[in-house]
């Protein structure tokens, strides 16, 4: 029988896999909400929040003021 050897590599440091975790108030009625469209969907909150996240940044416009433009 071979022996084979069990190989260890390095851990990634966290925050190099392309993601960043932090923490945000909400209110219970968008916990709530949020909660459903998980139950409905199969996907997890953080996996949801994401997609909203995302799908909100795509679609987002900025509008400038006049104090801005000065």
Excluded: W
Aim: charged share 40%.
């Amino acid at each position: 029988m071979k022996n084979e050897n069990l190989i260890v590599r390095p851990k990634k440091p966290k925050g190099e896999d392309g993601h960043k975790v932090f923490s945000i108030r909400v209110k219970d009625e968008i916990v709530a909400q949020l909660e459903e469209i998980c139950a409905r969907t199969g996907h997890n909150r953080n996996e949801l929040i994401g997609m909203l996240l995302e799908y909100a940044l795509e679609n987002c416009e900025v509008e400038e003021t006049d104090e801005e433009e000065s």
